[in-house]
């Protein structure tokens, strides 16, 4: 099992921009992939962005394309999603997601079996 916890997020102001980190324990992630979802009150996890560990390919959801950037880093074992020009819309909880990677990306908080505790982002004036 994977251990993740998320950190970064905080109060920003619209048009900011912010970047969190997601750190992976336990194990390596090679084999893996690394997803970022963000949840609103009421409302489900919703994908954002993954990253397969050992290529670093990548899948962005259509709602974030061209504004949030996924990335990693594998010798520390850590994620990263660096957003920019952040909007309200864009506050919640976000959250980073692993599960062993087959080739195919989900969007689908089910098929991701370890998770952060998930750190707030609040987009304010």
């Known amino acids: 099992q994977v251990q993740l916890v998320e950190s970064g997020g905080g109060l920003v102001q619209p048009g900011d921009s912010l970047r969190l980190s997601c750190a992976a324990s336990g194990r390596t992630l090679n084999g893996y992939a690394m997803a970022w979802f963000r949840q609103t009150l009421g409302s489900e996890r919703e994908f954002l962005a993954a990253i397969s560990w050992r290529d670093a390919n990548i899948y962005y959801s259509p709602s974030i394309l061209g504004r949030f950037s996924i990335s990693r880093e594998t010798a520390k074992n850590m994620g990263f999603l660096q957003m920019y020009t952040l909007d309200a819309e864009d506050t919640g909880t976000y959250y980073c997601?692993?599960?062993?990677?087959?080739?195919?990306?989900?969007?689908?908080?089910?098929?991701?079996?370890?998770w952060g505790e998930g750190t707030q982002v609040t987009v304010s004036s």
């Open positions: 997601a692993a599960a062993y990677h087959s080739g195919v990306f989900y969007r689908s908080p089910t098929a991701y079996d370890s």
